[in-house]
């Protein structure tokens, strides 16, 4: 390639649309980024900022086609007169979707792919296989299985897969939507250092507090396929809408105050005085392998009827392993899970998708059907509904989520963070009793995640709700209790003014206090309980 004193990456007049849309996905894009910078780039779901990703690695036109216009150079060439094995040697690129990315059976393989690849002698791919998954901090999955990672574990996998390959340019697509708190903290703070030493390093993240605490040298806000502020932080506080993107707290409190309150009442309700016991674990055990130590250890736990609980924990904790037990995907290997008084071993799938619907932490994991009408018909034709039940439920869950013009739309072809919001549609659809959600959140703009929610808990016909989550914020904005996972044992069980008081616990679990809760436990006392920042603008004067 050319010289290293020519810019990375420059972006002039960047046009695209793909062939299966009318509207533009970018109009007139131009930017270009330094070497040892870090550019965020923040926005809605679908506003174009993978879009933007996919033209710089060469994604399209390779894989995806459309009508393009426009250049974008990497190091002075243009990234079109480029072939892809050329740009894969200069841009390492983190998927949203890290099953999308995991090609080996085992981890080292996996991470050793891109380096075979290229035909470099065995004892420098082990060395730089080896220096990778101890910069991630997960040296220890070395010859383990991808099958049996978390999704946390596999984002970290996926991660060290690119470091390995030294790349020049880093292309990081919602790289901390998989991680626990403490993990996304290590992995901006790697992010950080790789600038620093010179790498040109873009992240897309919908986790925007997270991704200043790095200092960006600078921030692009995207909006239907334009840039519509590029500047510093400080800028970016103040220009951008509040209810779009997830700012820190005191900032949103402050400009909430010459706003109307925002008004959100839950259905659900606990009764202290009817408990409705609906899921139970009893003494649960379970391996995924019998030379494999436990991953869930002498789990206790009920979901209730009027509970909407939130699982924290660690990536490897078991969150996922358990909640997949209340469905009956997994049988303990000791103990009893009973779903409405029945034992689950005895239980099929479909049996228990009757009572409980439960939404994959990935959306290529449930997504098949030719349209996004077809997908959320699915599930309750299955189910036996009658025609007219399935077509009011197709059109509550689709408003629910806010993509009612992609019903025609295969969901293939929409964002992750779109695809996210039609899997959860795809279960609402069937109205399940119980409502199990594995990282909702995950690729979704604030916007989004907090209308989803507010619709999902003040509609009627749910008795409980659980989600698993790395989000604390939306745990203690939405949940009446709060579950902590700690290598395969609950260690917090209680209402989230009682589980969040604990912050020396919190850190040991790896779950990082957030501006949100600091400020919530400050003004406890006069609150009495913990509320979105909005609502305390309003609350507390």
Same mark, same amino acid.
């Given at each position: 390639m050319s010289n290293q004193s020519e810019s990375p990456i420059i972006v002039t007049d960047l046009s695209f649309r793909y062939n299966s849309r009318s509207d533009l996905a970018l109009n007139k894009v131009s930017f270009s980024v330094n070497p040892g910078e870090v550019l965020l780039i923040a926005g809605s779901s679908g506003c174009g900022k993978t879009t933007l990703m996919r033209?710089?690695?060469?994604?399209?036109p390779n894989a995806y086609q459309g =009508?393009? /216009?426009?250049?974008? !150079?990497?190091?002075?060439q243009s990234v079109f007169d480029l072939e892809m094995s050329e740009i894969s040697q200069t841009v390492g690129t983190i998927l949203q979707d890290p099953e999308r990315q995991i090609l080996g059976t085992y981890v080292l393989n996996d991470v050793a792919f891109g380096l075979e690849s290229l035909g470099m002698p065995r004892d420098?791919? $082990?060395?730089?296989?080896? @220096?990778?998954?101890?910069?991630?901090?997960?040296?220890?999955?070395?010859?383990?299985?991808?099958?049996?990672?978390?999704?946390?574990?596999k984002q970290k996998i996926a991660l060290a897969g690119v470091l390995a390959m030294n790349p020049r340019i880093l292309l990081l697509d919602e790289p901390l939507a998989s991680l626990d708190p403490a993990s996304a903290?290590?992995?901006?703070?790697?992010?950080? @250092?790789?600038?620093? /030493?010179?790498?040109?390093?873009?992240? &897309?993240?919908?986790?925007?507090?997270?991704v200043l605490a790095i200092h960006p040298e600078r921030v692009i806000y995207m909006d239907e396929g334009r840039i519509t502020y590029a500047g510093d932080r400080n800028g970016l506080l103040q220009a951008v809408d509040y209810t779009r993107i997830k700012l820190p707290a005191e900032i949103?409190?402050?400009?909430?105050?010459?706003?109307?309150?925002?008004? +959100? /009442?839950?259905? $659900?309700? @606990? =009764?202290?005085q009817h408990v409705d016991e609906l899921v139970k674990f009893d003494h649960v055990h379970f391996r995924y392998d019998e030379e494999l130590p436990f &991953?869930?250890?002498?789990?206790? +736990?009920?979901?209730n009827h009027g509970?909407?609980?939130?699982?924290?924990?660690?990536?490897?904790?078991?969150? !996922?392993?358990?909640?997949?037990?209340? $469905?009956g995907l997994l049988k303990?290997?000791?103990g009893e899970v009973y779903l409405e008084g029945k034992s689950t071993r005895s239980m099929t799938v479909a049996a228990a998708a009757k009572s409980v619907g439960y939404v994959f932490q990935s959306p290529s994991q449930m997504l098949f059907a030719p349209t996004v009408a077809e997908e959320l018909a699915f599930g309750p034709t299955n189910l036996g509904m009658a025609k007219a039940d399935i077509k009011n439920n197709i059109q509550w869950a689709i408003e629910t989520v806010n993509l009612e013009e992609e019903l025609d739309t295969p969901p293939l072809a929409l964002s992750f963070g779109q695809q996210k919001r039609i899997s959860i549609a795809a279960v609402l659809s069937m109205r399940s009793r119980i409502l199990m959600m594995d990282e909702p959140t995950a690729g979704q703009d604030y916007w989004n995640y907090r209308t989803f929610m507010d619709a999902i808990l003040q509609m009627p016909g749910f008795d409980a709700i659980a989600f698993i989550t790395h989000d604390l914020d939306l745990a203690l904005i939405y949940a009446n209790r709060i579950v902590i996972l700690y290598d395969g044992r609950i260690v917090a069980d209680g209402p989230p003014e009682a589980v969040l008081a604990d912050e020396e616990r919190l850190i040991h679990c790896r779950i990082l206090p957030t501006s949100l809760l600091s400020l919530n436990k400050l003004h406890l006392p006069a609150t009495g309980s913990f509320y979105r920042a909005e609502t305390l603008a309003h609350m507390i004067g």
């Open positions: 033209c710089i690695n060469g994604l399209i =009508d393009v /216009e426009g250049d974008i !150079t990497l190091f002075g420098q791919i $082990l060395s730089r296989v080896d @220096q990778a998954l101890d910069r991630m901090g997960i040296l220890h999955l070395r010859d383990r299985e991808t099958f049996g990672t978390s999704g946390g574990e903290h290590e992995a901006l703070q790697i992010f950080r @250092q790789l600038a620093d /030493e010179g790498l040109t390093v873009m992240i &897309v993240e919908h986790r925007v507090e997270d949103v409190m402050d400009r909430a105050r010459s706003d109307p309150p925002p008004k +959100f /009442e839950p259905i $659900l309700k @606990q =009764d202290p &991953v869930l250890d002498d789990i206790n +736990f009920s979901i509970d909407v609980i939130a699982i924290l924990g660690h990536n490897g904790s078991g969150k !996922t392993t358990m909640v997949k037990h209340a $469905l303990p290997t000791r």
